[in-house]
């Protein structure tokens, strides 16, 4: 079993860190936010998932400050859009970088539609979309208490928006939305087509 400190590995060995690849798959925070001049964007990050369910909390990571951030701490709300294999290429159109300001929606040819509690637009093809109010910003530490300029932003899930059409007997078809993930490296995605279940032991 290979065993190495992160900032002691074989270069020779693995090429690229494999920490992405190896924690993988991961949902894809593709958020929507507006700052407090009207502004807005929609931008996916690597780093983001469900972190409890009562209540609901989404948390996603920004590395440095960027627009995400800054708007999310000006307005205290946020949208999380589901990505699919459907809006894949318009994801990776909004992880463009873009001028502040300009609107990733228009970059990416998408739709906005209005959110029915906090004042982020959605996008309009995601099958699912929640809508967030921020409950906690803060920058990550490490070890030694230093800052790592990466910032968590959770929010409370106050509004959810589901697709009917992706439901049947009273359960979310999440193989038919087919959810694309984040995996390694720098341009690994994997798609979600289908589901096997286990029960819990007694």
Request: glycine share 6%; net charge negative.
């Given at each position: 079993m290979?065993?190495?400190?992160?900032?002691?590995?074989?270069?020779?060995?693995?090429?690229?860190?494999?920490?992405?690849?190896?924690?993988?798959?991961?949902?894809?925070?593709?958020?929507?936010?507006?700052?407090?001049?009207?502004?807005?964007?929609?931008?996916?990050?690597?780093f983001?998932?469900?972190?409890?369910?009562?209540?609901?909390?989404?948390?996603?990571?920004?590395?440095?400050?960027?627009?995400?951030?800054?708007?999310?701490?000006?307005?205290?709300?946020?949208?999380?859009?589901?990505?699919?294999?459907?809006?894949?290429?318009?994801?990776?159109?909004?992880?463009?970088?873009l001028?502040?300001?300009?609107?990733?929606?228009?970059?990416?040819?998408?739709?906005?539609?209005?959110?029915?509690?906090?004042?982020?637009?959605?996008?309009?093809?995601?099958?699912?979309?929640?809508?967030?109010?921020?409950?906690?910003?803060?920058?990550?530490?490490?070890?030694?208490?230093?800052?790592?300029?990466?910032?968590?932003?959770?929010?409370?899930?106050?509004?959810?928006?589901?697709?009917?059409?992706?439901?049947?007997?009273?359960?979310?078809?999440?193989?038919?939305?087919?959810?694309?993930?984040?995996?390694?490296?720098?341009?690994?995605?994997?798609?979600?087509?289908?589901?096997?279940?286990?029960?819990?032991?007694?």
């Amino acid at each position: 079993m290979l065993f190495y400190t992160p900032e002691t590995r074989d270069k020779s060995l693995l090429r690229h860190d494999p920490f992405k690849a190896i924690i993988a798959p991961r949902p894809i925070g593709w958020v929507t936010t507006m700052g407090k001049d009207g502004a807005i964007n929609l931008a996916p990050y690597s780093f983001f998932n469900a972190v409890a369910d009562r209540p609901p909390i989404l948390v996603f990571s920004s590395v440095g400050v960027k627009d995400s951030l800054t708007f999310a701490r000006e307005t205290g709300e946020f949208v999380w859009n589901m990505p699919t294999w459907d809006l894949r290429n318009e994801m990776n159109a909004t992880s463009a970088t873009l001028p502040r300001g300009e609107n990733e929606f228009l970059h990416a040819g998408l739709e906005m539609a209005p959110s029915n509690l906090v004042r982020p637009p959605r996008v309009a093809k995601a099958p699912v979309a929640m809508e967030c109010k921020v409950t906690s910003i803060q920058e990550l530490k490490d070890v030694e208490d230093k800052g790592t300029d990466y910032w968590i932003v959770l929010g409370q899930v106050v509004g959810v928006h589901i697709d009917p059409a992706y439901i049947a007997d009273g359960v979310f078809k999440l193989a038919e939305v087919k959810p694309i993930a984040r995996c390694g490296y720098l341009a690994d995605y994997a798609v979600v087509e289908d589901l096997f279940q286990m029960g819990r032991p007694g």
